[in-house]
């Protein structure tokens, strides 16, 4: 199906959830989480959490949350029958397209939330980092090269974190 807007029952979850992601990332940037935010990256990076790592995780999630902060609920679209549960372009920043799979999401929980998807989704966004999908999910075997390129472990961090 075209994509369209969001209807009224769907905005709400989409704002709830998009207001408690910048939330999110904006306690991790104030580093507010730091004992889990080292935890999560020693754990899903295989990376020592120096505090020089620390500061340019925190500083790729400011950038995220005023990335979504200057993202427009009318920016957000509905791709209904699309079976995933939110895609970007990385080019076109402040835009997001949400699936089916989005609306069965819990918004919050270990994995795979409405909230960690729209942090997912904008690490996308060239402005915020230009992440790609090296693997989803099960993101602890990755590369440490990999692991700190990749959109699911930061997404998997911020809702560990959280």
Known sequence: MPERELTIAERIP????????????????????????????????????????????????????????????????????????AYVYPQKPYHIWVGDEFFTAARNGPKDTTVGTLIHEATHWTIVKGSDDHAYGDVEHLSATLARNNADTLERIAESVA
């Open 14 to 85: 989409v704002q709830r959830s998009l207001k408690a992601a910048i939330g999110v990332c904006e306690k991790i940037a104030q580093g507010k989480r730091d004992d889990k935010l080292a935890a999560e990256v020693d754990r899903l990076m295989n990376l020592r959490p120096t505090p020089a790592r620390l500061k340019g995780i925190r500083r790729e999630f400011a950038a995220v949350a005023t990335a979504l902060s200057n993202t427009q609920l009318e920016n957000i679209k509905r791709d209904e029958g699309e079976k995933v549960y």
